[in-house]
């Protein structure tokens, strides 16, 4: 599932690159590897494993991007990091551990249809919720105040944004889908006992 770049992160992190233009796939790389050290990426690893789905060499890869999209979780191939749209290790630990939670969820579920909205929109859901996407200092770099209840409208938000790269999902079904499995889907916190 493709997960689209923040507009303002990605144009900060153009302009803050000494090249202009994000990092090289060789850069990004090598920032995989050091995201693979991060306790959350650890984590989620050991847990894929223990559901049947180890991570083979190659997984996460470093790949340049033309459409504005920070990275993405296909099934049978893994996880691709858009070097071109990444600045610093952060960002990069961010896209890893909110696709590895696609992964972990197409992992569990055998079922999981990725066409159907209701399906996609929850595992949009963990990984926006889990991954600390929408922690607040993260949200004050994109340049959204923090406020009481901020983080699920962030969470909304990045939700929506990244269903209009489905094509099964109109911009009305995927927000129809995304209220309708809402509470079932922030709730569930697998396989962290709450949110991190
Ligand atoms: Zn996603």
Redo the contacts with the bound molecule.
């Keep these: 599932?493709a997960?689209e770049a923040d507009p303002n992160t990605a144009a900060a992190g153009f302009s803050a690159a000494v090249n202009g233009g994000g990092r090289t796939v060789q850069e990004c790389q090598d920032m995989i590897r050091k995201s693979f050290r991060t306790p959350m990426v650890k984590f989620l690893r050991e847990h894929l494993e223990k559901s049947g789905c180890s991570l083979g060499e190659n997984f996460v890869k470093a790949v340049h991007c033309d459409k504005l999209i920070s990275g993405g979780y296909v099934r049978g191939e893994g996880i691709m990091v858009c070097s071109n749209h990444m600045s610093i290790q952060d960002e990069v630990n961010q896209v890893v551990i909110?696709?590895l939670i696609?992964a972990y969820d197409d992992c569990r579920a055998a079922n999981l249809d990725w066409a159907n909205c209701a399906h996609h929109a929850c595992?949009?859901i963990r990984?926006g919720h889990l991954s600390g996407d929408c922690h607040y200092k993260r949200e004050l770099l994109r340049g959204f105040m923090k406020i009481r209840g901020h983080e699920q409208d962030c969470v909304r938000r990045r939700v929506m944004k990244?269903m209009t790269a489905n094509p099964y999902c109109s911009e009305a079904a995927a927000r129809d889908a995304m209220e309708a499995v809402w509470d079932i889907c922030y709730n569930d916190t697998k396989p962290f006992d709450r949110a991190p």
Excluded: G, K, N
């Design positions: 599932m997960d909110h696709e696609h595992s949009e990984a990244s």
